[in-house]
């Protein structure tokens, strides 16, 4: 299915964090079918810029400092015109929070902080959706109906995935954070004794404990043997189960590495 000559999908960014908002646009920015058209960074300039720039989605923070993003919601879908595509941007992990998104009629929910590949995973889905509903016919039939509403697949792994290899990167990852294990190369072993430190000299002193600490795509590609990309491929399917949690690092150039341990 060929979408050329479709306009990329506008973009209406709406985080009161400046620079998670930089980091956001980035990951925007790199997909070729998405363009950043506006940033707000309160409820009231998220409203006001979807009236003025009609936006095709909006990436929306729920925590903002005026009014909430549920709230939000539900006034952009007040709005005159074909309804805007909303993603859910946000730390809230409540039950209740997720629901009254759905019901607000979000297409997609993501959970903070996340990566750049869990982004434009929905990000193409917004676009597939888009581009089905665009070339669906003005009267539709039972199964088309059910098609259109069920939408893109989500959560699917990784074409290719193997198991052995996802079990591979999982043991890594644990092994690198030093998890379960007295002590392990990379881990910080840090004495309980007041005033002592032989412990966390010695790398494993009775009375210390391991701090767990963290690791790269690289650092886990290089333990099992195999490519940055797949290793951080497993490492994103990983978080995706829950099996870990990703923080990203930022560095002197302002650009955040990603950051795994295991949950």
Sequence with gaps: MS????????????????????????????????????EARTGTDALRLAAELRPDLVLLDLHLPDIGGLDVLRRLRLLPGPPVDVVATTAARELDSVRQAMAGGVVAYLVKPFTSAALRERLD??????????????????????????????????????????ALVQEALIRLCGV????????????????????????????????????????????VGMSRVSARRYLEHLVTEGRAQVTPRYGA?????NRYRPR
């Design 3 to 38: 979408d050329q000559g479709a306009p990329p999908a506008r973009t209406l960014l709406v985080e009161d964090d400046p620079a998670v908002a930089v980091v956001h646009r980035g990951f925007v920015e790199s997909h070729p079918r998405f363009v950043v058209v506006g």
């Design 125 to 166: 889905e917004v676009w597939q959706r888009r581009e089905d509903v665009r070339r669906a016919q003005a009267t539709l039939d039972q199964d088309q109906v059910d098609q259109l509403l069920a939408g893109p697949r989500l959560g699917l792994p990784p074409k290719g995935l193997s198991e052995r290899s996802r």
């Design 180 to 223: 379960g294990e007295g002590a392990v190369a990379g881990a910080v072993v840090v004495s309980d004794a007041v005033g002592g430190d032989a412990g966390a000299m010695s790398g494993g002193a009775a009375s210390g404990h391991v701090e767990v600490r963290d690791a790269s795509a690289a650092e886990v590609a290089e333990a």
């Design 253 to 257: 150039t302002g650009r955040p590495e």
